[in-house]
């Protein structure tokens, strides 16, 4: 007998303080949709497909009871989603007529339509490590004839990769890695022998290596002809036969078993027992192995052997652009619910009208702040990805005039900024759940599930508390060519994101002391004002580190002590660099998009109140940093504390328009308490009425559990009895 449980079903209309909240609006949220968007045309693009998903006849892309399945159910669930988002793409001929190198057309994952789909499907592919690190590898590491062979292989989805680099015993130390692969003489050219010698050398956590891939690009020791280890390089190895998916000869593959998010995807082990590859599976664009065994290093032009090393910056760059999108997701659910969700009275003898929770001022300083670094981010994202792919263009076109320090600058940029960006995201999202209370709990508030799939983007591509020492490492480079004085060697560094260090370096050195003047908290709230106390801080934390530093080693302690007594400072120094950057890019952006008239005056107006705010807020939030060498007074960041709440309420108006110009639609975010119509109460008992636990009278368990204690008398106290 089925549960009776009616709701009366989700109303037509839209929730009045909704439709309240958006006529307040000063701006065109569409104007800013186009802006996130990349233009008018490519909103309407994004729509169209959009649609295309969602209102696909066979019901595949359906995420109505996600929350409901077994992990298993919902593997099985994204692999057809992927095979019936192919066979759709195919059907209507995307990237037919792409042209792209060592591809003959028809990539899919090529096509500027490629991620608009996938963020449309609203779900994780536990494919996706083929198009995110796999093919890019084969491209950037592979000779011409290599491409030729397997990039066509990939394109029709005969290979589908995965690229195996973490162990079980090894993170990011890749130069500790223990896999290896020995070349072995033969009449067939040679070939590799590739081993997992340890249990700690046992390849651990690569996305789609569990039960996807049929094809790993393996990152392993290269020992050759004479036994020389000539460390970690990239080879590709068969997992799976491609014609019935069994494992070959050697290999043993499997999933890793659930995690606390991110269970679409198949994060998989992988042991090698003697595997057999051909010699020229070996990724050969850098460097070969002949038939006898012998490595030679090839004689690229310096750009050209860079190419890798932006491959890796680019995922991160990929990290911060979705940094600020999942940001803004998390954050579109919160604010609706915060519209709509009413709790207290104002003044309970004259108005039983309870007051919107979005009125109340914590959650303000809870929730806009990280409003304001979803839109931050995304122009720094934006920025970041726009520059490195410049830099690989003048890369791949051989060009060798690209200063060693502006790749070392731009590492730099994008280690700091994967770190802050994904900390905060992570951060604020679970943040944004706790903000919407008890229903924030719910799996079909959309929120759990959005928080525990961002939290594994802290660890992937360098640990988020392991980067910093990259960042510093390159910073502690214009330190020492600053002290030098050396103009040709401080030319180095311009037009680089550090370049703002230099004077104030060169004015820290010259212990030239430099302070805030302003007198107002009106003149705290100037921007500029903002940025310079940024800048400040950023330079003399560096200055800081350094000192530490090299005066320990003057004195005589071994380099790695000192370094390692300086790590925690090393993370205040990437932050407030980041956060500089962060300042600068959101700013420009602005201008720049206002100046190309993307942007109208009032739009304009509302992101510089954002820009501001995010200033002001980090001030309030790290004012230790800015009050300890007297930058800053006492008066001034109580200024800036003022200086916040004043811009809340500049801001509130705008906060509901804000997240609505990010266009997700209800597919999209999966939220009862996000959705667009603000008909929350409906939509979560709608909810609750998919729970199998519903599904009959008088309950699953009934018979042979609870029976025994209501009907039974198993639970009937009968007195005392002596155990004598």
């Not at 993170?171 to 500790?176: F, I, P």
């Not at 039983?352 to 929770?357: A, G, W």
């Not at 079909?444 to 640990?463: I, K, M, N």
């Not at 720049?592 to 509302?606: F, H, P, Q, R, S």
Request: charged share 25%; aromatic share 8%; hydrophobic share 40%.
């Amino acid at each position: 007998m089925a549960a009776r449980f009616e709701t009366g079903g989700i109303p037509k209309t839209t929730n009045k303080d909704l439709q309240n909240e958006r006529s307040k609006a000063t701006f065109t949220p569409e104007m800013l949709t186009y802006l996130l968007d990349g233009g008018k045309h490519k909103t309407e693009r994004r729509r169209y497909l959009e649609k295309l998903i969602e209102k696909d006849p066979t019901g595949i892309f359906s995420n109505d009871t996600n929350e409901l399945k077994h992990r298993t159910d919902r593997y099985v669930s994204a692999l057809a989603k992927h095979v019936r988002l192919i066979e759709l793409c195919r059907s209507m001929e995307f990237a037919a007529k792409q042209g792209n190198a060592g591809v003959e057309g028809g990539e899919l994952i090529l096509d500027e339509d490629w991620f608009t789909l996938l963020h449309a499907l609203a779900d994780d592919m536990p494919t996706s490590l083929h198009w995110i690190m796999f093919v890019p590898n084969i491209m950037s590491l592979c000779d011409e004839e290599q491409q030729k062979q397997w990039l066509p292989l990939c394109r029709n989805w005969q290979i589908m990769g995965c690229y195996a680099q973490t162990e079980l015993g090894h993170g990011s130390n890749v130069r500790a890695l223990e896999t290896t692969a020995t070349f072995v003489k033969g009449n067939d050219g040679g070939s590799w022998k590739i081993n997992s010698p340890t249990l700690t050398s046992i390849k651990f956590w690569p996305g789609t290596l569990g039960r996807t891939a049929n094809y790993a690009m393996l990152i392993a020791r290269l020992i050759d002809g004479e036994g020389k280890d000539h460390g970690v390089h990239n080879f590709l190895v068969p997992l799976r036969s491609r014609k019935d998916h069994t494992l070959l000869p050697g290999v043993t593959t499997g999933d890793i078993g659930p995690k606390i998010g991110y269970n679409n995807i198949d994060n998989g082990f992988a042991k090698f027992d003697n595997v057999i590859i051909p010699r020229r599976n070996m990724a050969m664009k850098f460097a070969s192995v002949d038939e006898n065994g012998i490595y030679t290093k090839k004689n690229m032009s310096a750009a050209a052997s860079k190419v890798a090393y932006i491959t890796m910056m680019q995922v991160r760059a990929y990290i911060i652009m979705e940094a600020g999108k999942s940001l803004a997701k998390g954050l579109t659910i919160a604010i609706r619910y915060s519209a709509v969700r009413r709790q207290g009275f104002k003044n309970e003898k004259k108005s039983k009208v309870e007051t919107q929770i979005l009125d109340y001022t914590q959650q303000q300083h809870r929730l806009f702040p990280l409003v304001a670094a979803s839109y931050c981010f995304f122009f720094t994202g934006k920025k970041i990805m726009t520059d490195l792919t410049a830099i690989e263009n003048r890369l791949m076109a051989g060009d060798d005039s690209l200063r060693k320090n502006q790749v070392a600058d731009i590492h730099a940029s994008t280690s700091a900024l994967k770190s802050f960006t994904s900390t905060i995201t992570g951060d604020g999202l679970e943040d944004a759940r706790k903000s919407c209370g008890g229903h924030g709990f719910l799996q079909a508030s959309g929120l759990p599930e959005l928080v525990t799939t961002y939290l594994q983007s802290a660890t992937v591509e360098g640990d988020n508390q392991m980067l910093p020492m990259q960042v510093v490492k390159v910073l502690l480079n214009l330190v020492s060519a600053v002290q030098s004085g050396n103009e040709k060697d401080i030319a180095e560094w311009n037009d680089c994101d550090a370049t703002y260090l230099v004077p104030l370096l060169q004015s820290m050195m010259n212990q030239e002391t430099d302070k805030c003047v302003i007198d107002s908290e009106e003149g705290m709230m100037n921007f500029d004002v903002l940025l310079a106390a940024y800048k400040h801080r950023a330079a003399r934390l560096l200055f800081q580190v350094s000192l530490k530093i090299y005066g320990q080693v003057q004195e005589g302690v071994p380099m790695e002590i000192a370094w390692n007594s300086a790590l925690v400072q090393m993370g205040r120094v990437s932050r407030a660099h980041s956060l500089v950057i962060l300042l600068v890019n959101f700013y420009n952006g602005i201008k720049e998009e206002t100046g190309k008239g993307v942007l109208g005056d009032n739009e304009a107006k509302i992101l510089t109140d954002l820009a501001v705010l995010f200033g002001l807020y980090w001030i309030e939030k790290e004012s230790g940093e800015f009050l300890e060498d007297g930058y800053m007074s006492a008066d001034q960041c109580q200024w800036v504390r003022a200086g916040v709440l004043n811009m809340l309420q500049i801001v509130r108006p705008n906060i509901v328009a804000l997240v609505d110009a990010n266009d997700f639609s209800d597919f999209r975010l999966k939220s009862t308490l996000g959705r667009k119509d603000g008909n929350v109460y409906p939509a979560i008992m709608e909810a609750s009425k998919k729970d199998p636990l519903n599904v009959s009278e008088p309950g699953p368990g009934y018979d042979k559990h609870l029976k025994r204690l209501y009907v039974d008398g198993v639970g009937v106290f009968t007195g005392t009895a002596s155990r004598l």
